[in-house]
């Protein structure tokens, strides 16, 4: 998979792609990611990339000229061949233009798991207030990752970045990691522990160490549907429960609190 991310700010990536497990792939090659300065796309002497808005108003917008002129020279890049396998005439797929911004469409673990079936997304990340309007037309995508304003788009594209990445096959350690964490089924995870057994007064739950693997795996699902019922019930109306999730349910709701969820 291969990241191209348009910034004004390319050392902002520095830290972030070079650690840890998507420093690791960046470094093993399975993933490649490639910034690039918007502001080696200008063409005055100033290498202008702000201006004032029309209409007046506070702060400056990204002039549109330099943005359009970095994303035709990635997708150019991209269209001969060059830093992809094969390029797109031998049959690659086509990559996709995302610009992150507040007003885009909200990230959720669904529109991460599309997204790493591309083979090239090209992150464009916005400074000051945004970018001109006309960039609109040119992007396939526009993603918010909440609802919450940042100063520019780079700590969004990382987060994108990172959420996909992991669900490239070979960046984690062991496959069935990402399959089996916090959203592969849409819930929550329970509590877990390593050791030590007793920690401050506090016991790992015998059933841990009990060797039964069908009583743990039962435990887990209780657990796990008890904390989405605890913190995200909404999440709770995308489960298809099955014979053993309704047995648990019914376990929990005789526990008590949490009649209004779940059929
Ligand atoms: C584009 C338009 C993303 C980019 C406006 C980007 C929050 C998110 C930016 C802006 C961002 C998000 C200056 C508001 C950069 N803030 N929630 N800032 N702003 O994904």
């Given amino acids: 998979m291969k990241f191209d991310i348009l910034t004004l700010l390319p050392g902002f990536f520095d830290s972030a792609l070079n650690l840890g497990v998507i420093g690791r792939a960046v470094k093993e090659g399975t993933l490649s990611v490639k910034t690039h300065d918007i502001r080696e796309f200008t063409t005055d002497t100033h290498k202008t990339v702000d201006d004032a808005p029309y209409g007046g108003g506070a702060g400056m ?95 969004a594209a990382l987060i994108l970045l990172d959420s996909v990445g992991r669900l490239i096959p070979g960046v984690l350690g062991c496959s069935l990691s990402s399959e089996r964490d916090s959203f592969s089924d849409g819930l929550l995870e329970g509590p877990q522990y390593t050791r030590p057994e007793l920690f401050e007064e506090s016991k790992v739950p015998d059933v841990l160490l009990s060797g039964d693997h069908a009583k743990i795996s039962r435990w887990r699902r209780k657990e796990s549907l008890r904390r989405t019922m605890e913190r995200r019930p909404e999440l709770l109306k995308g489960l298809k429960p099955d014979k053993e999730d309704r047995a648990i349910l019914d376990e929990l709701r005789a526990e008590g609190g949490f009649d209004d969820f779940v059929k």
């Fill in 61 to 155: 917008l990204m002039k549109p000229a330099p943005v359009a002129a970095a994303l035709r020279s990635v997708l150019k890049e991209a269209e001969s061949g060059k830093g992809s396998e094969e390029g797109l005439l031998n049959g690659a797929c086509a990559p996709v233009v995302i610009l992150l911004t507040p007003q885009g469409v909200p990230l959720t673990q669904k529109i991460v798991r599309g997204l790493a079936e591309k083979e090239r997304l090209i992150l464009l990340c916005g400074r000051y207030e945004g970018v001109d309007e006309r960039i609109r037309p040119m992007v396939d995508m526009e993603i918010s990752i909440g609802d919450y304003i940042l100063t520019g788009g780079e700590a």
